[in-house]
């Protein structure tokens, strides 16, 4: 992996990480373009960028990782138990789903779900929270489990929790921070878990290569972010729908 391919990686990873259009998906095109093998510097380097979008998380959100949010954290770890032992249950399964077809295919679907969300239950009198600190057990267990999609490839962790968080009713920002939150445990366990597995292939890879991904990748999460809630408090997520749809038949013409 060049210094390019690993800038160009790193800004993908870090811009749609934490916004309902599926990093993974981005990533599995942009690896295809860009030619790049799935090899130990790959595996390395994936490890690495996730690692960038977790210290992305903390540092928007230090202010929260205090003992006096003990009650959130709670809930948000109860929204990550389901889909921490679906995926752990079917890593195998899930593996076998990672096609650009598929991918294409939860683009559109996503794309949909957005603006039919956005048309039909997005209303006033159904937004009950726009403080996260309020969200309770029931609606924290509902998004954790409507993050289980999250795992078919192109769905979209960011975009699945959102959904979730806006049916029971959450605002949009706080929909949005829920999920921004709830990627922290989800990612370091899928970090962990991947250098647990691929951590013998770091000796034999660009060094360079992985500390201008972490940077990179750190530097457009951490913004994103930031700008991301700025977004919502003019617009809603129509503009997502809309790109989920076109990105997604652009990949069932470009790859079929």
Same mark, same amino acid.
């Given at each position: ?7 160009? +990686? @790193? ?8 916004? =309902? ?12 373009f860009l030619g790049i093998d799935q090899t130990s510097v790959t595996n390395a380097y994936q490890v690495i960028?996730? +690692? !960038?979008?977790?210290?992305? $998380? ?18 948000? *770890?109860?929204?990550?138990? =389901?889909? !921490? ?17 598929? #991918? ?36 924290? +267990? ?8 999250? +795992?078919? =490839? ?13 049916? $029971?009713? &959450?605002?949009?920002?706080?929909? !949005?921070?829920?999920?921004?939150? &709830?990627? *922290? =445990? ?5 970090? *962990? %878990?991947?250098f647990s597995k691929h951590y013998h292939e770091f000796s034999s890879t660009n060094l360079i290569a992985l500390? #201008?991904?972490? #940077? #990179?990748?750190f530097i457009v999460a951490y913004l994103t972010i930031k700008l991301f809630l700025r977004f919502l408090q003019?617009?809603?997520? $129509?503009?997502?729908?809309? %790109?989920?749809? $076109?990105? @997604? ?5 470009? *790859?079929?």
């Amino acid at each position: 992996m060049s210094i390019f391919d690993s800038i160009i +990686l @790193g800004i993908i990873q870090g811009f749609t990480e934490f916004l =309902p259009i599926s990093s993974t998906g981005h990533l599995i095109v942009a690896s295809k373009f860009l030619g790049i093998d799935q090899t130990s510097v790959t595996n390395a380097y994936q490890v690495i960028i996730q +690692l !960038a979008a977790i210290f992305a $998380v903390f540092f928007n959100y230090k202010d929260k990782f205090t003992i006096k949010h003990i009650s959130l954290w709670t809930k948000i *770890f109860l929204a990550f138990l =389901p889909i !921490a032992i679906v995926g752990f249950i079917f890593s195998s399964q899930i593996k076998e789903l990672f096609d650009i077809t598929i #991918v294409a295919i939860m683009f559109i679907v996503g794309g949909i779900i957005f603006l039919i969300v956005e048309k039909f239950f997005i209303k006033e009198d159904r937004i009950t929270i726009d403080d996260i600190e309020k969200i309770t057990i029931k609606q924290s +267990l509902i998004i954790g489990f409507a993050q289980i999609f999250a +795992l078919i =490839p192109g769905t979209s962790r960011a975009g699945a929790t959102i959904i979730g968080a806006l049916l $029971v009713g &959450l605002s949009r920002k706080a929909s !949005a921070e829920f999920s921004f939150l &709830l990627a *922290f =445990p989800v990612m370091s366990a899928v970090t *962990f %878990y991947d250098f647990s597995k691929h951590y013998h292939e770091f000796s034999s890879t660009n060094l360079i290569a992985l500390a #201008v991904g972490f #940077v #990179v990748s750190f530097i457009v999460a951490y913004l994103t972010i930031k700008l991301f809630l700025r977004f919502l408090q003019s617009f809603t997520f $129509v503009a997502f729908g809309i %790109y989920r749809i $076109v990105f @997604g038949v652009a990949l069932l013409i470009i *790859f079929n």
